[in-house]
């Protein structure tokens, strides 16, 4: 007799036994370990990011408050008299104010020594405030300085330590606070020292940047303070719970192996005994998991054979579904398969419409019959199971429903409700007839009802894709056809006129300056007019107007009775009389305007493509015109559309072989008539050598997207030449280059210049960035962040045609430049004796000398100009009076000749 494969007792016995046992225990033990580890590990990190978090910002606050005692040390000295001597007690804040004389002044009586009073005198006039050696002893001393008027004297005033450092109430006990310049110790102060012991400090550091209000490089400000202590909470639990998981792993894993060896054991003979090999008899206690398997492994096979073929019957119809075969098909083949599962001599499928009306198909026998409903009838009855009722036959009401089951002799009819019909407009039901009744079988049934089932998901699909088809076409916001639809309608409209030999109007309709609503009030507002907007032009048109939205603020109408201009126009007059009233939403009112392009058929498009597109154009021409109005295409608009597709194309041909050329026009000093700046007027140059202007590309390189291209090679253009000048040892002065107010918006301006100075090897201050005053106007907290970092790069920024841009005083003080260029129109206007031009152009000068800028007087063609604007104070003249615009080796020659221009042209014999 065999014994069996595991001792009872003993759970570790078996190999098998012993694997699980150690498979908990490290599944139970290798979490827990990490989790303590990693815990301990993160308490620490964080405890170490705090500590340095509290020191960095204890430095910052030493810095603050020394960086406002130096400010109340700076106002003090202010009220300081020019001789040195002071009312007020300074000695708060002062061991000694002392006033230093010119460079070639005796060393002053001070503290300070001579040599340091020679280092003083010789720092440049923006600094205020330097650090010197003490007087006595090892250290610093920390001088404000202040410049007197007149012979260049200054004011030479040294701190108190206590007061510009704090005394020891002033510092925390805890820490130990420095401040450094750069390599040299400033001051320490704070916790005298640390435990020895071992303990670890830990230090932050914080920059106080003292260049704009002192002119000084920053300093450092560290603070010094114990590290913290590593948490031990951790390591103290690491061994009970090890041991407690160690003990629940036990535990665990002895009911498991008792629980799964048993069952193994007797399946395993079982398993042998089917195989043909001798075993004894043992006995099963209790049903387990794998005696359940075992009994039902043969009632198994019977019902997945029921089931797959179930489920091809439902496989087949899905793919009529998917397939998108009509519904009636798809009804026809479920009604075949519930006769057969159901045993019924009559299956009936009623739908009922979004009305009363019901729609029904019988199939008895092979026949399918259509039959329709006036409502649908009362079935109520004792239903057996969740959704069937089985009525007797006599409970239907006398009609065409109960004639199809009183023919075939069935005494009951049972009653399958689809429920997720219910997610649908239209319900269903399935009628069974059958001679059993109510013997119908359960399984049967419910089969019948998932092959049911189908019939509503057919409708669905079937539903919805109708409502695809039909969205497909519509415009989503204002529920008006969309750019699809009007395509159809213009295919439909343009087959119909051929077939009568009659025309038609088209319409596109633009909204005048819709952008700055949905910029101004959010796209969500903008909505919410447009559908205003679209039942006003609803209303106002025939009936028989096609009207739809192609996208955006663009509509377009089909005037299926208009063949001419006169009724174009009166149909265009209609509407601009719907819109005389404003139109309110929520509780805004808007005087909203529109620009419309008339085309007509077959006179200016074959095609709906042709026809939109002239229309198009014509609506553009009323855009470019200053909007609100209406116009007819012509031919010429498709000619002048074509020219400026191709000069596009022509351009954009130019800036990849590089035909752009730049030419210079020289700044000169009046005073001297020295060339102290050149300005690079970019110029486009055709294949046959005709010049062309930046007035006829400009503008085109903005809408077309290839401003940007088109500055890089600019950009590059003028630094590769001022290359060559320096190359030449010319000595170039600085060359002023115009950017676009697009080239503000993209934000590659300053990525592009800082790489192409790099390129060259140019220094940052031979490059000027001009850029005119109304871009920056049109966007200036943009522009304003852009010219911020192109003079942080060393570039100075010039505003060009100032005046125009209609910028108040107040962001003039904030504008980020260096230089004022005066538009050219107040100096041509000088030349009349305008008195207004002449108050404007003496406010600018007056203007950039008060805030420390530099003026230049652009367009100046005669020395009577000259004069005027020298007697003002602006001596940077930029006009034909000196120079036109020069190419590049015409402005080689005239730096290498030493850079002197005369004045030439009226006034000037």
Not at 544 to 564: N, S, Y
Request: net charge neutral; glycine share 10%.
């Amino acid at each position: 007799m065999a014994t069996s494969l595991r001792p009872r007792g003993a759970i570790l016995a078996s190999r098998f036994g012993r694997r699980i046992f150690a498979m908990f225990c490290l599944a139970a033990l290798l979490p827990a370990v990490t989790v303590l580890v990693i815990g301990d590990r993160i308490a620490s990190r964080q405890a170490e990011q705090a500590s340095e978090r509290v020191l960095r910002a204890d430095a910052k606050d030493f810095a603050i408050s020394v960086y406002s005692r130096l400010e109340l040390a700076a106002a003090a000295l202010a009220s300081v008299p020019i001789d040195g001597t002071s009312g007020r007690n300074l000695a708060v804040y002062f061991d000694e104010v002392a006033r230093l004389d010119g460079e070639d002044a005796r060393p002053a009586a001070s503290r300070l020594d001579p040599r340091s009073q020679r280092a003083l005198r010789a720092l440049p006039e923006s600094v205020r405030l330097a650090v010197v050696p003490a007087t006595q002893g090892a250290g610093r001393s920390i001088v404000l300085l202040r410049r007197l008027p007149g012979d260049g004297a200054l004011l030479a005033a040294t701190l108190k330590p206590d007061f510009l450092w704090g005394g020891p109430d002033d510092l925390r006990s805890y820490v130990r606070l420095c401040a450094n310049d750069g390599a040299q110790r400033l001051f320490c102060g704070g916790a005298a020292a640390f435990p020895a012991n071992g303990e670890r400090t830990r230090t932050a550091e914080w920059q106080l940047f003292l260049k704009p209000t002192f002119g000084i490089g920053g300093w450092t400000f560290s603070a010094e303070g114990l590290a913290p202590q590593r948490p031990r909470a951790y390591t103290g639990l690491l061994l009970p719970v090890a041991i407690g998981v160690l003990l629940l792993a036990v535990l665990l894993s002895s009911m498991q192996i008792r629980r799964v060896l048993v069952p193994l054991d007797s399946l395993l003979h079982r398993i042998r005994a089917f195989g043909g090999v001798p075993v004894a008899a043992s006995e099963v206690r209790g049903k387990d998991e794998f005696e359940m398997l075992s009994h039902t492994f043969e009632g198994m096979g019977a019902r997945i054979g029921q089931q797959m073929e179930a489920l091809r019957m439902l496989a087949m119809i899905d793919r009529q579904i998917l397939a998108r075969e009509p519904l009636e098909s798809v009804i026809e083949s479920v009604l075949s398969h519930v006769q057969r599962i159901a045993g019924a001599t009559v299956a009936i499928v009623v739908v009922r419409d979004a009305g009363v009306e019901c729609h029904g198909r019988s199939r008895n026998g092979g026949d399918t019959v259509v039959f329709r409903l006036g409502d649908m009838p009362d079935v109520k009855g004792d239903g057996d199971a969740a959704g069937d009722v089985c009525v007797p036959l006599q409970a239907l009401p006398p009609g065409r429903l109960r004639d199809w089951f009183e023919r075939c002799g069935d005494s009951h009819v049972r009653v399958l409700s689809i429920e997720h019909a219910a997610s649908t407009p239209a319900p269903l039901w399935v009628f069974l007839g059958t001679a059993l009744g109510a013997d119908i079988v359960s399984g049967a049934l419910a089969s019948a009802g998932d092959l049911a089932e189908r019939i509503a998901v057919a409708l669905v699909f079937e539903r919805h894709e109708r409502r695809l088809v039909q969205q497909a076409r519509l415009d989503s916001l204002t529920g008006l056809p969309n750019r699809l639809a009007a395509y159809e309608a213009l295919g439909t409209h343009i087959a119909a006129a051929a077939t009568s030999g009659t025309g038609f109007a088209t319409a596109f309709l633009d909204l005048d300056r819709f952008k700055s609503i949905n910029d101004g009030l959010g796209h969500a507002f903008g909505d919410d007019l447009l559908v205003e907007i679209a039942r006003r032009i609803r209303g106002a048109v025939a009936a028989g107007v096609f009207v739809a939205r192609l996208g955006g603020d663009e509509f377009f109408l089909i005037l299926p009775d208009v063949t001419g201009q006169a009724d174009a126009t009166r149909a265009v007059q209609r509407l601009e009389r719907a819109f005389d009233r404003p139109i309110v939403v929520g509780q805004r009112e808007f005087q909203q305007r529109f620009s419309v392009g008339i085309a007509f058929h077959p006179a200016d498009g074959a095609d709906a493509a042709t026809l939109i597109r002239a229309a198009d154009m014509a609506m553009y021409r009323v855009k470019k015109a200053g909007g609100s109005g209406s116009a007819f295409f012509d031919a010429a608009m498709d000619t002048a559309a074509q020219e400026r597709l191709q000069m596009e194309n022509d351009l954009r041909t130019a800036i990849h072989e590089r035909r752009i050329a730049l030419y210079y026009q020289p700044r000169v000093d009046s005073r001297s008539g020295r060339v102290i700046g050149l300005e690079a007027l970019v110029r486009w140059i055709e294949p046959d050598g005709r010049v062309i202007p930046p007035t006829e590309f400009i503008g085109l390189a903005e809408e077309c997207g290839l401003i940007d291209e088109l500055g890089a090679l600019v950009m590059d253009e003028a630094c590769r030449q001022l290359s060559i000048w320096k190359a030449m040892d010319l000595h170039p002065p600085r060359v002023g280059v115009n950017v676009s107010g697009h080239q503000l918006d993209s934000g590659a301006l300053v990525p592009t210049l800082s790489a192409t100075m790099a390129r060259w090897a140019i220094e940052p201050g031979c490059v000027e960035i001009e850029v005119t005053e109304t871009a920056l106007v049109r966007d200036s907290e943009s522009g304003s962040r852009q010219l911020e970092a192109v003079r942080a790069l060393g570039v100075q920024v010039a505003i060009d045609d100032f005046g125009t841009g209609y910028s108040s005083l107040a962001y003039l003080t904030r504008l980020p430049s260096d230089t004022l260029k005066i538009d050219r129109a107040f100096v041509v206007d000088l030349a009349r004796g305008d008195r207004a031009a002449e108050a404007v152009v003496r406010s600018i000068i007056g203007i950039a000398r008060d805030l420390g800028k530099g003026v230049v007087a652009e367009g100046v063609e005669s020395i009577e100009q000259v004069r005027a604007l020298d007697g003002w104070g602006c001596h940077t003249i930029q006009g034909f009076i000196y120079a036109r615009p020069l190419p590049a080796e015409a402005a080689t020659r005239l730096l290498a000749e030493g850079g002197i221009l005369r004045p030439s042209g009226p006034g000037t014999g």
